[in-house]
């Protein structure tokens, strides 16, 4: 679940230290990877998790034909 997701995230951001690091970074430091722009619907939901924690992101479809 989401509530799952934040708990590990902002768990794993407190031990790192990488709060700072994350919300400084005016690159993107997350690429979300698809092989089709059908892929959208399921990798939406990581993107969304990138932006609620406010992660600098971007997306890209990407295919080997």
């Not at 708990?7 to 979300?32: F, G, R, T």
Request: with cysteine.
């Amino acid at each position: 679940s989401l509530q799952k997701v934040q708990k590990a995230l902002l768990h794993y951001v407190n031990e790192h230290d990488l709060d700072e690091a994350v919300h400084s970074s005016a690159s993107p430091i997350v690429c979300v990877v698809m092989g089709s722009s059908s892929d959208w619907p399921i990798m939406s939901r990581a993107v969304e998790i990138l932006e609620h924690f406010a992660i600098p992101h971007e997306t890209q479809v990407l295919s080997a034909h």
